[in-house]
């Protein structure tokens, strides 16, 4: 057998065994308080298109289901609506007006993937809001999918982009304050983070995705986390479906979390049951430290049907579909308390 088909043999049986042994774990330990709420009714005629977002951003999807209702490009769609995010300066996970770094340095992480399987991706990028229109053209006028830190960021401004101050008045305050404790192990609050990953499916039933974060507030210099990073953050397949991921990056990329999703309904999962199993194989891990951080996923199979889990409650996808935005509790592993 030649080399290159032996490897690529042999990795497929690698993953196959993985996910078996991993599935049948799950089963056996499913923690006590499980409750499963299911936000969606399969849609087996979806009306086109659908745009679906992490978090409560109905302005984020009306925009981009606004630009494909009047038959832009999905990547058009994706970009315009992240960036209603990245320019809002209320939203301190995303783009300008994010939360900095411990040295009090916003970096901003992003990543893009169309129907192609094409992807591009920035991280640890400092000075240039729009991280998402960086990454796209990443994927579309390089021949490379990531670019990090000044590379990055020098890129940019030689397509026309202008460097700006991303930390707000707002956010530095904030950060001073945490400075004064400034505890060093970071700690993702659980309510408290708006990353942006979103979903899209046109008119012909074609599916993209994009991510676009400042990260872990106060993480250490350098820290790059999910949302970049494609299988992590963000996955499409075009035949299967979409996934994107919010919350605790180091326990997404641990486990390949988007991917993961999109190969759960590879296997005949609806959009929910492979977010929710993916939550789980967090939870189930040796020692996982699960409730001390959140972690979310929404996903989209090629028959829009969509659902979103996470590990704590109150996480929410905004859904818009059929001319209107709605925003959909979660499923979740753990009630909140004050509830
Ligand atoms: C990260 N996943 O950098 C991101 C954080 C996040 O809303 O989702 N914030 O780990």
New binding site residues.
């Given amino acids: 057998m030649k080399r290159r088909h032996f490897l690529k043999n042999a990795s497929l049986t690698g993953v196959g065994l993985a996910v078996g042994s991993a599935v049948t774990s799950c089963k056996e330990n499913t923690p006590e308080k499980i409750v499963a709420v299911t936000n969606t009714t399969p849609e087996t005629k979806a009306i086109l298109p659908i745009v679906i977002a992490?978090?409560n951003v109905p302005n984020a999807t009306a925009k981009a289901a606004k630009v494909l209702q009047e038959g832009g490009h999905i990547l058009d769609a994706l970009e315009q609506g992240c960036m209603v995010e990245e320019a809002d300066v209320k939203n301190q996970?995303?783009g300008k007006g994010g939360r900095p770094d411990r040295d009090g340095n916003v970096t901003l992480?992003a990543c893009i993937m169309n129907k192609d399987g094409d992807c591009g991706a920035v991280v640890y990028m400092q000075n240039i809001t729009h991280a998402i229109s960086v990454a796209r053209k990443v994927m579309e006028e390089t021949p490379h999918v990531m670019l990090a830190g000044k590379g990055a960021e020098d890129y940019a401004v030689s397509t026309g982009m202008k460097r700006d101050n991303l930390l707000t008045e707002a956010s530095k305050k904030e950060w001073q304050e945490w400075l004064k404790e400034a505890k060093y192990k970071p700690i993702?609050n659980i309510e408290n983070?708006?990353?942006?990953?979103m979903l899209a499916m046109d008119k012909n039933g074609d599916l993209s995705g994009a991510c676009t974060?400042?990260?872990?507030a106060y993480?250490m210099g350098g820290?790059?986390?999910?949302?970049p990073i494609i299988g992590s953050?963000l996955f499409i397949d075009n035949e299967i479906g979409g996934c994107v991921?919010?919350?605790?990056?180091?326990e997404?990329v641990k486990t390949v979390g988007s991917f993961l999703v999109v190969e759960l309904m590879r296997q005949g999962k609806s959009p929910q049951e492979a977010c929710k199993e993916a939550i789980m194989r967090i939870i189930n891990k040796p020692n996982s430290n699960y409730k001390n951080f959140?972690?979310?996923y929404i996903a989209m199979n090629k028959k829009g049907e969509t659902g979103s889990f996470s590990i704590h409650q109150w996480f929410s996808m905004t859904k818009f579909q059929d001319d209107k935005n709605e925003n959909l509790q979660s499923g979740f592993v753990v009630k909140a308390q004050s509830n």
């Fill in positions: 992490t978090w996970s995303v992480d993702i983070h708006d990353t942006i990953g974060t400042s990260g872990l993480k820290r790059v986390g999910d949302s953050g991921a919010t919350g605790m990056g180091e997404v959140q972690v979310g």
